[in-house]
């Protein structure tokens, strides 16, 4: 099992910086490809940015130029650096840590809001 808690989310004004974080416990964190996702009211969740266990990046084509994905291996933590943020991006964001298709695990969510 691993277990994954959110922090960081909040309300900020377009244009703003948010940045958020994962904290990971109970297996080999260094293992995981991590993740970030998030769910607006109304729509599916989706990928917003991934990093392998060897540091690879993907971002959604929404975020790119914007947000910044990173881990810090010894401490088990996952961080989305967003910035210039937008009304759109207001959502539930998730951290999600999947080894294979079993081994696959998400956090409770933290809200972001972007005011116009």
């Known amino acids: 099992q691993v277990q994954l ?3 960081g ?3 900020v ?4 910086s948010l940045r958020l974080s994962c ?3 109970g297996r080999t964190f260094s293992n995981y490809r991590m993740g970030w996702f998030r769910q607006a009211p109304g729509k599916e969740r989706e990928l917003v940015a991934t990093i392998s266990f060897s540091g690879m990046r993907t971002y959604a084509d929404s975020v ?4 910044t994905i990173s881990r810090d291996n ?3 933590t996952v961080s989305l650096q967003m910035n210039s943020l937008k009304p759109d991006d207001t959502a ?3 951290c ?6 079993t081994d696959d695990y998400w956090g409770q969510g933290t809200q972001v809001t972007v005011s116009s």
């Open 92 to 94: 539930v964001y998730y």
């Open 23 to 25: 904290a990971a416990s």
């Open 5 to 7: 808690v959110e922090s």
């Open 74 to 76: 010894a401490k088990s």
């Open 96 to 101: 999600r840590a999947r080894l294979t298709e």
């Open 13 to 16: 004004q377009a244009g703003g």
């Open 9 to 11: 989310g909040g309300l």
């Open 64 to 67: 790119k130029g914007r947000f």
